[in-house]
């Protein structure tokens, strides 16, 4: 899930003194200089954790003032802890004065986007997995790319541009470890004999998860 934390102007954190300057540095940054909130993301994984919703991760995101954090769950309860998450991330930001946007693309011009890319997996390709296999199911998901990109949120067009590691909404593609495709095949799945998992890049970060499960599971089963 990524996301903006944002001042009372709306502007990302960060921002209030203008445009800063272009992103490189903000990405897993660290620094005055290259990062804003986080402490904010850090009691957002505190309390999620407390809950009982397996954060396995949070980082600072390409653009000053962006974040993201990884939400792990099985079947429907990776819907469930999704939207539980984004509860407990407004209610905390809210408790540092600050909003949060998970509109797809906040800021226009050379920045990222925020997208909610999905990594997905059953037991047949982390066990049994094949090269066959899995451009199978990448296959699969061209053939209802159409149906997935009206499932995947609003306003993603904007975001989905074939630039700033995405792929053209127009356009369906899958590749090993290319963040510019619509489906990224994981150096971990390579590593493992074709054992591991696929990463859907085209979710916007306001998408329900629920629809981006039942898209998936819908199409692959």
Not at 157 to 175: C, K, P, V, W
């Amino acid at each position: 899930q990524e996301y903006f934390f944002t001042g009372k102007d709306g502007n990302p954190l960060g921002w209030q003194d203008g445009t800063p300057r272009p992103q490189g540095d903000y990405y897993c940054g660290v620094g005055a200089d290259n990062v804003q909130g986080r402490e904010i993301s850090e009691a957002h994984l505190e309390a999620c954790l407390e809950a009982d919703i397996e954060l396995s991760g949070t980082n600072a995101e390409v653009a000053l003032g962006q974040w993201e954090y990884q939400c792990f769950g099985k079947g429907i309860k990776a819907g469930d802890d999704l939207w539980i998450s984004r509860y407990l991330l407004y209610k905390i930001a809210e408790e540092f004065g600050v909003g949060v946007n998970i509109h797809p693309k906040p800021k226009k011009g050379d920045w990222n986007g925020s997208g909610m890319h999905t990594n997905f997996s059953n037991e047949k390709m982390r066990t049994a997995g094949s090269e066959k296999l899995f451009y199978s199911l990448c296959e699969k998901l061209k053939d209802a790319h159409k149906e997935g990109i009206a499932s995947y949120g609003s306003d993603n067009a904007m975001r989905l541009t074939g630039l700033h590691e995405t792929q053209s909404i127009d356009q369906f593609s899958y590749a090993i470890f290319d963040r510019g495709a619509s489906i990224r095949i994981p150096i971990y799945t390579i590593e493992h004999d074709w054992n591991g998992y696929l990463e859907d890049r085209r979710p916007a970060s306001n998408a329900d998860p629920y629809k981006i499960i039942s898209h998936i599971v819908g199409t692959l089963t």
